[in-house]
């Protein structure tokens, strides 16, 4: 069974960083894209930032120039590097793996930004 662990995630006051990770450890198949959502209450859940298995990066429009996805090469290992938080970035935020025409997604990490 696939399964996605986040860690990360925090209380932290506007202006401040956290960097979150993402892994799937004993997976034996490499995910061909992974990337991390986000889903603040009362909200529809959205993509923050997606890297697929050649390094092509994609972000929402809210956090570009703020956070950075990343993935260890070969491996089911992600990160976001979150810089510059403000208190709409406030959510719990997912991680999901893509493979053979299915998502796989992590049970999520809080995220909270103070004013």
């Known amino acids: 069974q696939v399964q996605l662990v986040e860690s990360g995630g925090g209380f932290v006051q506007a202006g401040g960083s956290l960097r979150l990770s993402c892994a799937a450890p004993?997976?034996?198949?490499?995910?061909?894209?992974m990337g991390w959502y986000r889903q603040a209450p009362g909200k529809q859940r959205e993509l923050v930032a997606r890297?697929?298995?050649?390094?092509?990066?994609n972000y929402a429009d809210s956090v570009k120039g703020r956070f950075t996805i990343s993935r260890d090469s070969n491996k089911n290992t992600v990160y976001l590097q979150m810089n510059s938080l403000k208190p709409e970035d406030t959510a719990v935020y997912y991680c999901?793996?893509?493979?053979?025409?299915?998502?796989?997604w992590g049970g999520g990490t809080q995220v909270t930004v103070s004013s």
């Open positions: 999901k793996g893509e493979a053979f025409g299915k998502e796989y």
């Open positions: 890297v697929s298995s050649f390094g092509r990066t």
């Open positions: 004993g997976t034996i198949f490499l995910f061909t894209a």
